[in-house]
Every structure is written in structure tokens, then in C-alpha cells.
């Protein structure tokens, strides 16, 4: 059991995080780097969600009093750097204005309440989801079976990403086995059809898969990799705000992919 004071420290929070993640029992690639990435002196008076970390967020977090910023995608995608230009830029500014940063990549992804995947399916009303498509030992994907017609399906995605969908639609008119994987899911269409699926929603996609979708006779939906990956980062900072009874703001700031 998890005990914690009237303000929660910064060691709480993240203690409480990581367990409800399960980020050391998530294997992940290594430039993710999931959990702490930066400490701050320990206190949390609000939290900030965001689905990438860079000068702008970290500006706005700054500017609306956010002391625990998490995002999907962390500092160190580059990998091994010099501490110089925009990483240095970014740290200077979470230090001075005492800004703690945690990531959570692929254990967000595949949370199967607050998950981007499960979260995205929920608002689309898919019922009776299974996971599928194995990476680095964890199943990161959501099925659902259908029917369901392809134009209400299509325009639920829209609404519930509040933006374009670009549809490649040769697949049935009625899908009947529909998946998703959000983010930049789109190279691995020939595992999904592996898995039997004629409707394949994620958020980017190489332009060969396109002619994949076609070969293969699938629906393909692109939403956008920000869009679909906004969800799971939402619905983390929301419940800690309930648990540990924090106020906290989404810092919205599409990167337009």
C-alpha cells in the first residue's frame, strides 16, 4: 500500500507511477528511458501532460506553475549527447524553474485502462478488445470484432482525435476485425494482417504501406502520431490528480504528424 502525506512528494508520486505502469517490467528501447528523467528538489503542487518534451512545453509548464511534467516521449530519443543547444536549453529551464520530468513510452502505450491503445479503442466504443502483435515481449496492440460500418467508424475517429483522417479505405465496407496501434504503427501493416485484421487505425505511416493496405485489402486510418499518442498521457495525469488529489493541465502542442 502506497501512503502519502496531504502534498505528495516528488518520490510518492513517481514510486506509485512506476508500479502502476509497470515500467520495470516493460522492456522498452533503450533511448526511451521510462520513469525519472529529471528530478526536481521533491515537491509536486501540479502536474503537466504532455505527449513530447521540448523548449515549448517546458516554457509552458514553467509558466503555469507545473512542478512534475510527464510525457510520452522523453529527453533522449537522440540518445548518448553533448549536454549543448536544445537539451541544454531544456534543462536549464527545468532546473530553474524546478521541473521534474517523467517518461512513459511503451508502458503507456499498453496500460489497459489509461493506455493510449485502450483509451483511443474506448473512444471509439469498441467492446470486448484483446491485445495482439508482440514487441519486445509485450502484446502492443488492441483488437476488437466488428461489424461496424467503415463511415461510422471513420467518423468516430475524427471526433474523438478532433481532427483529419486520412482513410485509405480497400477493405471491407463493413470491417469485422479492427486494430489498433497507436503512433507510428503503419510499418508493421504486414503483422497485422497476420493477425487476421481488415481495418488497421494507427497514427503515421511509410508511403509504401499505403500499397501494403491495397495488396492486402485493408482499411488503413491514419490519425496522426500526436493525436493518437495525446490520449494516454491525459488519462495518467488525470488519475494521479484523483489519487493524490493535485490539480493538473495538459499542455497541448500538436507537432502537425
Do not use: C
Not at 495482439?132 to 475517429?157: D, H, M, N, Q, Y
Amino acid at each position: 500500500m502506497f501512503r502519502f502525506a496531504l502534498m505528495p512528494t516528488l518520490s510518492e508520486l513517481v514510486e506509485y507511477t512506476n508500479d502502476y505502469l509497470r515500467v520495470e517490467e516493460i522492456e522498452d528501447w533503450p533511448n526511451a528511458l521510462n520513469g525519472l528523467q529529471i528530478e526536481n528538489s521533491g515537491k509536486v503542487t501540479k502536474i503537466g501532460a504532455a505527449v513530447d518534451v521540448s523548449t515549448r512545453v517546458l516554457t509552458a509548464a514553467a509558466k503555469r506553475n507545473v512542478d512534475l511534467l510527464i510525457v510520452h516521449h522523453g529527453l533522449f530519443w537522440a540518445g548518448l549527447q553533448s549536454v549543448t543547444g536544445a537539451l541544454r536549453r531544456q534543462l536549464k529551464l527545468a532546473f530553474e524553474s524546478d521541473i521534474a520530468v517523467y517518461s512513459a513510452h511503451l508502458p503507456l502505450d499498453v496500460h489497459p485502462k489509461i493506455g493510449n491503445n485502450a483509451q483511443l479503442g474506448s473512444a471509439l466504443g469498441l467492446k470486448s478488445t484483446k491485445r495482439f502483435l508482440k514487441e519486445k515481449g509485450e502484446s502492443i496492440g488492441l483488437k476488437a470484432k466488428g461489424p461496424v460500418l467503415r463511415t461510422v467508424l471513420i467518423r468516430k475517429l475524427r471526433g474523438a482525435l478532433r481532427g483529419p483522417v486520412k482513410a485509405f479505405n480497400f477493405g471491407p465496407r463493413e470491417p469485422r476485425r479492427v486494430g489498433i496501434i497507436t503512433g507510428a504503427a503503419g510499418s508493421e501493416i504486414y503483422r497485422v494482417a497476420e493477425a487476421k485484421i481488415d481495418t488497421f487505425i494507427t497514427g503515421e505511416a511509410p508511403h509504401w504501406a499505403a500499397i501494403a493496405a491495397e495488396e492486402l485489402g485493408m482499411n488503413l486510418l491514419l490519425g496522426g502520431h500526436y493525436a493518437t499518442e495525446s490520449f494516454g498521457v491525459k488519462a495518467l495525469a488525470a488519475h494521479l490528480s484523483s489519487k493524490f488529489q493535485l490539480p493538473f493541465e495538459f499542455l497541448d502542442f500538436p507537432t502537425g504528424l
